[in-house]
């Protein structure tokens, strides 16, 4: 599989990036919360958002899939932002800074990707590489 990043930072820059996915996944769970208490109307475009918003928000979690499930939380962030899709009655997005917030942090997952503690790395990270020595061929 092409990897996405070349590197997955450890240490403290690996711990921000798990903060920062942590962060956004569990915001968008409980947006997808949000719009499962409000489906009583039962619209396509409500039940899009809340399995966008819980299965974006679980996957940013075990940072799997990092690029994509950040690439839908920002784009199910602009469509709730800017009321392209519909909103449930109690949105944690109501305010505009903080759906500006959630827009930007998964915009800033995108281009950062996982970090070193995450499904990812696990999967696609560093690899050693171990190359034998050839001892060279007898002449004859």
């Given amino acids: 599989m092409h990897r996405f990043y070349s590197t997955f930072p450890s240490g403290w820059s690996g711990f921000g990036l798990l903060l ?3 962060a956004l996944g569990a915001t968008l769970i409980m947006q997808g919360l949000a719009y499962l208490l409000a489906l009583k109307d039962l619209r396509f475009g409500s039940w899009v958002m809340c399995l966008l ?3 974006s928000g679980g996957v940013l979690l075990m940072g799997f899939l990092t690029p994509f499930a950040s690439a839908l939380a920002f784009l199910g962030g602009l469509g709730a932002a800017f009321s392209w899709l519909p909103a449930p009655s109690w ?3 109501s305010g505009n800074p903080l759906s500006t917030d ?4 998964a915009l800033a997952v995108v ?3 996982p970090g070193a503690f995450s499904l990812d790395a696990h999967l696609f990270g560093r690899r050693k590489i ?3 020595r050839v001892s060279p061929a007898p002449k004859s």
């Fill in 102 to 105: 959630a827009i930007l942090i």
């Fill in 53 to 55: 918003a819980f299965c």
């Fill in 91 to 93: 949105n944690f997005f």
């Fill in 130 to 132: 171990i190359i034998p």
């Fill in 111 to 113: 281009f950062l990707g």
């Fill in 20 to 22: 920062l996915r942590a």
